[in-house]
């Protein structure tokens, strides 16, 4: 039976759900395998699935709301994967140049190194790739820079994992917990900062303007005012009260965005027919 627009509408909308429902089934699937062989072949596995699985759900939650247009997969992949890698290499080289010439490394500078870091691949994307496109929505920006943020997230997350096995003596309990803090806050911290700070900047190439530049530098300073305090405090309210500023603000400016594009773009005609995009 052939999908019509509504049926495929509800699926996007509902599709994280099964990447996550799959990613679990996976992961708890090797983690009863590692714990029943003792096999330590199984860890790596069982550290990319948990540390991936959340984030990889939240960006298909994203992309399912970001309104008509549609990120292709492909740049979401590129951004994911070299933001993570690019991000995390550049991030780490300034931050260890940084302690060894001052000694001691402020919250507030290890947020505002990481938190350009990130958006070095998007602005790649942003600029060269789509903006030649002719796509000029600021949610193309914000789900790029979600994407971004989870590779990175990700791939921090699988150091402290690793990290976490070797002081711990291979104690996969001590992984675990790692991974379910970390993979389970990860949309509240790198995610949703990088999606914000990059969907300002495509907000600024929108529509210009001097009201827009100075929104997305009190995006970028919120952003990484929200990280340092994120790395500062310790404790279960904390985390959960800036969770809900970063989320919230997320999904404040998602929707924002969304009736940006609604109001402002149409989509054009595909080659070979009269109408709009559906």
């Known amino acids: 039976m052939r999908k019509t627009p509504g049926m ?7 599709a994280w759900v099964g990447v996550l429902a799959v990613g679990l089934v996976l992961y708890f699937a090797v983690l009863r395998t590692l714990t029943g062989t003792q096999n330590p072949n199984f860890v790596p596995a ?29 740049t979401l992949v590129v951004a994911a994967f070299f933001g ?20 001691a490394l402020p919250m507030v500078l ?37 994407a971004a943020g989870m590779g990175f997230a990700a791939l921090e997350t699988m150091g402290y994992a690793f990290t976490a096995l070797l002081s711990s003596r291979g104690d996969i309990g001590t992984v675990e917990e790692t991974l379910f803090v970390r993979g ?31 929104e997305f530098l009190g995006t970028f300073a919120g952003a990484v005012a929200l990280h340092a305090l994120w790395d500062t405090f310790s404790g279960v309210v904390p985390f959960l009260v800036l969770a809900a500023i970063s989320l919230g603000w997320l999904f404040r400016a998602l929707h924002r965005y969304r009736a940006f594009g609604d109001h402002r773009a149409a989509p054009g005609p595909v080659p070979g027919t009269t109408g709009p995009v559906p």
Do not use: C, M, N
């Open 84 to 103: 993570g890698v690019i991000g995390t290499v550049v991030a780490g080289t300034l931050e260890y140049d940084t302690l060894r010439g001052l000694g």
């Open 110 to 146: 290890v947020a505002l190194i990481e938190e350009t870091a990130k958006l070095i691949v998007p602005v790649v994307l942003l600029f060269l790739v789509l903006a030649r496109r002719g796509r000029r929505l600021p949610s193309d920006g914000l789900i790029i820079g979600v």
């Open 8 to 14: 495929r509408d509800r699926w996007r909308r509902w």
């Open 184 to 214: 389970l806050t990860s949309p509240a911290g790198h995610t949703a900062w990088t999606g914000l700070t990059a969907g300002a900047l495509w907000a600024v190439l929108a529509s210009p303007g001097a009201r827009r530049a100075l």
């Open 46 to 74: 069982l550290i990319l699935l948990g540390a991936t699985v959340v984030p990889l759900s939240f960006l298909t939650f994203a992309q399912a709301r970001t309104g008509r247009w549609q990120v292709p997969a492909s």
